[in-house]
């Protein structure tokens, strides 16, 4: 009992950490109120200090709580994921006046994340559905979160409308299998899938529906149309929530469920499945970004493209394949905070995120110049940056899987990207602005936070040992 408590203690932990949160706002005066974004991100690090010195997996995965729950290191590595971005997110809440006095949008977030560690560790459908409802409903709030912003009201309705279609879809699906294999249980439903005793038409129509419903989650094609609309209109810092820590989970699903319950050899439709929608995730997502004026819209767009290359490593359905997803979603949750990171720092002075706009920055704040160049030739995948390395991981985990078709079209991908990083680029450095004499301010907590995203970026990209083998420790508890 104490085993399997311990397993949960980050779950528990963010539950009292969201408790906590509601009694400090109602016992804090409106003045000091602006003190919720660094107490919420100071107790989510206390939660990943806990989840790292007490919540380590054993060498062996084992299912806890009746097979609810799997305590193994590839959910142990996504929890930290989680748990860094959300509180790198609630950084940058400082000083975005619509949310950072507002203590249950900080509760909304811990609930959030609390899901997410959920969907990570989940070993059962009922369990998997319930942490994807957890983790999302908290979402729809916050993406409309600012009422009195017609495009945030929007961004909220449209998620939500759409949010709980695919759901409906997804659960469906989730009910075809049930009715199958006559479990609910992941690895016995894998068994069963295994056996060959259930109709394959049947298998792969339910697969489909379900994979409605993880498509959503993670944004790629062809259900992808809801991002571009949601990123702009909803409050930037939960937008950088939204394409870092929410993705990471949602493909945390969509790796153990395609891996552990339809492996490539029982099942060998998901190869040509997955490997097609991250040829067009990635074609659709770097080709609309050339035409986007507005940078959010740009980096949705760009948050779909990205979505296509980590599907490459899906579409594998090996060892390196899964280790190449968890090491990408890492770098890409560090780059892509930095790169929103500077966008919200330079909204909360200028008021714009017309990419226009950025012209002079450079001379405005060289710092803050740097840390967007960093993040976006990372994206791009530009040597020693950490995307350099990721997207190597994913191209050889294609060519390893004899899909070379598949890795040349992310190399052509991956050019048409650096086009638009770079024209991103130009404006910064390049273009004159009217206020280029103008200093930036830049708040202590933003720069620490964008200082430390920035040396993780430099270090997965330089020191790859530590993270690649979690990754291919995440990789092997999966199968």
């Known amino acids: 009992m104490q085993a ?10 963010l539950a009292v950490l969201a408790a906590l949160l509601i009694l400090i706002d109602l016992r804090l005066k409106p003045e000091r109120k602006a003190l919720l974004p660094g107490i ?30 799997r305590h193994d290191t590839a959910a142990f590595v996504f929890r930290l994921i989680f748990l860094f971005g959300a509180a790198v997110t609630c950084l940058f809440t400082i000083g975005w006046k619509q949310v950072e006095r507002r203590g249950e949008f900080f509760v909304l977030l811990v609930l959030s994340t609390l899901g997410m560690t959920l969907m990570a560790a989940a070993g059962d459908l009922i369990m998997l559905f319930l942490a994807i409802e957890t983790a999302s409903i908290p979402l729809y709030v916050m993406a409309g979160f600012m009422t009195a912003d017609e495009k945030s009201t929007e961004s909220g309705f449209k998620y939500l409308l759409f949010g709980a279609l695919t759901s409906s879809v997804m659960v469906y699906g989730f009910s ?28 792969l129509g339910a697969l489909v529906l379900v994979l409605a419903g993880f498509g959503f989650k993670v944004a790629v094609v062809p259900f992808h149309f809801w991002a571009p609309d949601v990123y702009e209109g909803a409050p930037t810092p939960v937008t950088a929530f939204l394409s870092t820590a929410s993705k990471s989970a949602g493909f945390a699903v969509v790796v153990r469920f395609l891996l552990a319950v339809f492996p490539a050899a029982v099942l060998p439709q998901i190869i040509g499945v997955a490997a097609l929608m991250s040829v067009l995730s990635m074609t659709l997502g770097n080709s609309a970004a050339l035409a986007q004026r507005n940078i959010k819209r740009l980096l949705a767009y760009s948050s779909i493209a ?19 997803v968890v090491y990408y979603l890492a770098v ?8 929103f990171g500077v966008v919200i720092i330079y909204f909360n002075v200028v008021g714009s995120d017309e990419i226009k706009d950025y012209a002079g920055l450079s001379r405005r704040h060289p710092g803050l110049a740097f840390a967007l160049l960093v993040a976006l030739l990372s994206l791009a995948g530009v040597p020693p940056l950490g995307g350099f390395f990721a997207k190597i991981l994913v191209f050889a985990a294609a060519v390893e899987a004899g899909l070379i078709w598949l890795a040349v079209a992310g190399v052509l991908n991956a050019i048409l990207g650096l086009y638009y990083y770079l024209m991103v680029l130009k404006v910064v450095y390049l273009d004159r602005g009217p206020d280029e004499d103008k200093p930036l301010p830049v708040r202590r907590a933003h720069m620490a936070a964008l200082v430390v995203c920035l040396l993780l970026v430099l270090a997965l990209g330089t020191v790859l040992g530590p993270m690649y083998d979690w990754s291919n420790l995440a990789a092997g508890g999966l199968f």
Request: proline share 5%; net charge negative.
């Open 40 to 69: 919420t991100a100071a107790g989510l690090l206390a939660v990943l200090a806990l989840t790292l010195a007490f919540a380590r997996p054993g060498a062996a995965p084992e299912s806890i709580w009746g097979g609810m729950l």
């Open 176 to 203: 075809l299998l049930y009715g199958f294999a006559g479990t609910t249980d992941l690895y016995a439903l894998a068994a069963a899938v295994a056996s060959g005793d259930l109709p394959p038409l049947g298998l």
């Open 306 to 324: 990205h979505a296509g290359y980590i599907l490459m490593g899906v579409a594998a359905a090996s060892l390196l394949g899964a280790a190449s």
């Open 4 to 13: 399997n408590t311990l397993a949960i203690l980050p779950e528990i932990s």
């Open 332 to 339: 890409y949750l560090v780059t892509n905070l930095a790169a």
